[in-house]
């Protein structure tokens, strides 16, 4: 089935660092791929995704890039704020469609410092 | 506007007892689902249904029940048979095109459960 391997965190950067938070992927086929974020105490949100080898996905200042030969889908953000510190899942469809939901990665909790 | 509730936001439940999560949702999407969130484990899916009347299992079904009697609601019961019901539950909506891509997930702000 579909997987997602995310980095461990808590990933801890000083505000306006730069920030790659990695994620690479197993699945048949070429699937949409997904990046939402959730805010402590809350639900999660969609953040930005991308459909095909080569999209770009963007959002905030938020950015991740298909790569099919990799089988990645790393975010990354230039200048990040105290605002950002949340926890970030990579996703993408489980098998069957869209209606069957995402497979999740474990998160990664990032932690920006003033 | 349109979103999901989920209520209530902390719930306390005594060992050997059957508990309710509502949620709520007006955006007229057609599948609801319901995760289950654990530190370090991410989201793992319970139940998810695509029209009403009609739902199927996730991969941790055991210990859950749903019904889906209304396409705005989409209630989970956490019964005593669960063994660790301790968790942060969150409901997801989405409409069903084919395409999770045109289609992706909208999450209520989840309840957090605590079993003693």
């Known amino acids: 089935g579909n997987s997602v391997t995310q980095m461990e965190g808590p990933v801890t950067l000083s505000e306006e660092a730069f920030l790659t938070i990695n994620c690479t992927y197993t699945a048949t086929g070429y699937p949409s791929l997904f990046w939402y974020v959730q805010y402590p105490g809350e639900g999660l949100q969609l953040l930005l995704k991308?459909?095909?080898?080569?999209d770009k996905g963007s959002n905030k200042g938020f950015e991740a890039t298909y790569r099919k030969e990799t089988t990645s889908f790393h975010l990354e953000k230039g200048s990040v704020q105290v605002s950002d510190s949340a926890v970030y899942f990579c996703?993408?469809?489980?098998?069957?469609?869209?209606?069957?939901?995402?497979?999740f990665g474990k998160g990664t909790h990032l932690i920006i410092q003033p | 506007d349109g979103g999901i509730t989920q209520s209530p936001k902390y719930l306390f439940r005594k060992e050997g007892q059957n508990v309710t999560l509502s949620c709520e949702q007006n955006?007229?999407?057609?599948?609801m689902y319901w995760y289950r969130q654990d530190p370090g484990q991410g989201l793992r899916l319970i139940y998810y249904s695509q029209i009403v009347n009609d739902f199927q299992k996730g991969d941790i079904a055991e210990g859950y029940s749903v019904s889906r009697e209304k396409k705005e609601s989409f209630p989970l019961t956490v019964t005593s048979a669960q063994k660790n019901p301790t968790a942060f539950y969150l409901c997801a909506s989405s409409l069903t095109t084919g395409s999770a891509y045109n289609s992706p997930l909208h999450f209520g702000n989840g309840t957090r459960l605590t079993v003693t």
């Open positions: 955006l007229n999407h057609d599948a």
């Open positions: 991308a459909t095909k080898a080569d």
């Open positions: 996703a993408l469809p489980t098998p069957g469609g869209g209606a069957d939901g995402l497979t």
